[in-house]
């Protein structure tokens, strides 16, 4: 039997594989990796179709960013919330002050970012009739001429290396909007290390999410005519409603820090400001700090109770317990001695609450009063926290917010020196 040679017909024809697989090939990589994806896709950026979502939005690798309804200055330009500002983000008097050139407007240094253009069907036609056309020959005819096959192939390489290009762009997109977000996060709740009217506070936090920095809880600072207030607080749940109450929170305190003079007023505000956006079972636990001399009041709506370390280790429990903010609390103000040198720590329950894998429960009292023996507010905060992650043995599945207060001592009036006595000759 004789075998066909090469210039038969049947021994010259290549067949549909070819074309059909490049075809296919080449659609499955663009659908993949284009740019033009529809918006809620697991893969590239969302688009801004919903108005009040429109700030930084969150990625789907987990990327958190904050979600601006109803929160000035985070979604766009800072307005009251402040900024990070050259160094720290306050004025010469502590408060939080805003700043053009911070990048947390979306049209700042980082150019436009106006997100990924809109999804159309027909910016998924064209390359579908391409792919289509690459394939079409090796379907429709006996013998595919080498000209065709040549011609697929460049048409293939340059199809691919576009989209490529097209894949480049969204990263660096993408890359842009996660340092606007990053930025943005920070404005809301800011890294803290100096000293506010005679008192040095110190910050951490540790977001749970991966590849965040602001999830649910939250903290700030504000120097006011009343004196130096302090929040703390945490939001119940996780996601990105959880950032938009975070936001609202902060802006919250930062509006009514500075002109309400009672301090359980300024939790009542924060109820009225924060309760309309919750849901039937959402809360917000809240602590308020306010400074005086040799003294700190306070007024707890529902959080864990703050840490003086001292002469000795203690919880400033508040003799009545308040709900939370969003439960209707009627909150009440407690009034704390403190002598020279004793510290205030404030914190979340993601660090009272964090276990060991075998359940057992960090000993927040023990590793306390150990961490905050070192006479750096700073490495204090560290040495807690590596603490904690050496007990839980992994990263913590909850956040953690520490800030720890403490007020200078007092300083002693020198006496003035005796007048010089004239000696009579």
Known sequence: MRMPGPGSESGSRPGPGLGLGLGLGLMRVWTRISPWRRPGGRRGLRGHDDPHRSGAKGTADGTAATDGAGA????????????????????????????????????????????????????????????????????????????????????????????????????????EVREVARITQEAVVRPISRSFAGTHISTRYHCAVPGSALGGDLYDVAVTPFGLRVLIGDVRGHGLEAVRLTAEAVAGFRELAH????????????????????????????????????????????????????????????GVTTLPLGLCPDP????????????????????????????????????????????????????????????????????????????????QPTAAAPPPTRRSL
């Open 72 to 175: 000035a200055g985070v979604t766009g330009t800072t307005g009251a919330t402040g900024g990070t500002g050259p160094s720290d983000g306050f004025g010469p008097s502590g408060e939080a002050r805003p700043n053009p050139s911070d990048g947390l407007s979306a049209t700042g240094r980082f150019g436009a970012v106006t997100g990924p253009r809109p999804f159309s069907e027909g910016r998924l036609l064209a390359p579908s009739a391409v792919c289509v056309l690459i394939a079409a020959p090796a379907l429709l005819l006996d013998r595919v001429p080498p000209a065709v096959t040549l011609a697929q192939l460049l048409i293939g390489c340059a199809l691919t290396a576009h989209t490529v290009r097209q894949r480049d762009r969204l990263l660096a997109q993408l890359a």
């Open 259 to 318: 002109t309400v003079p009672d301090l359980p007023a300024v939790a009542t505000g924060l109820d009225e400001r924060l309760a309309p956006g919750l849901g039937p079972e959402d809360f917000v636990t809240a602590l308020l700090a306010e400074f005086a001399p040799g003294e700190v009041r306070l007024v707890n709506c529902g959080h864990p109770a703050p840490l003086r370390h001292g002469h000795r280790t203690e919880l400033l429990e508040p």
């Open 332 to 411: 009440r103000q407690y009034r704390v001695r403190l002598q020279p040198g004793d510290r205030l720590l404030l914190y979340t329950d993601g660090l009272t609450e964090a276990r060991a894998p075998d359940g057992t429960f960090f000993p927040f009292l023990t590793e306390a009063a150990r961490a905050l023996r070192d006479p750096l507010p700073d490495e204090a905060l560290d040495l807690l926290h590596a603490r904690l992650l050496a007990h839980t043995g992994t990263a913590p599945t909850d956040d953690v917010a520490l800030v720890l207060c403490q007020p200078a001592p007092p300083t």
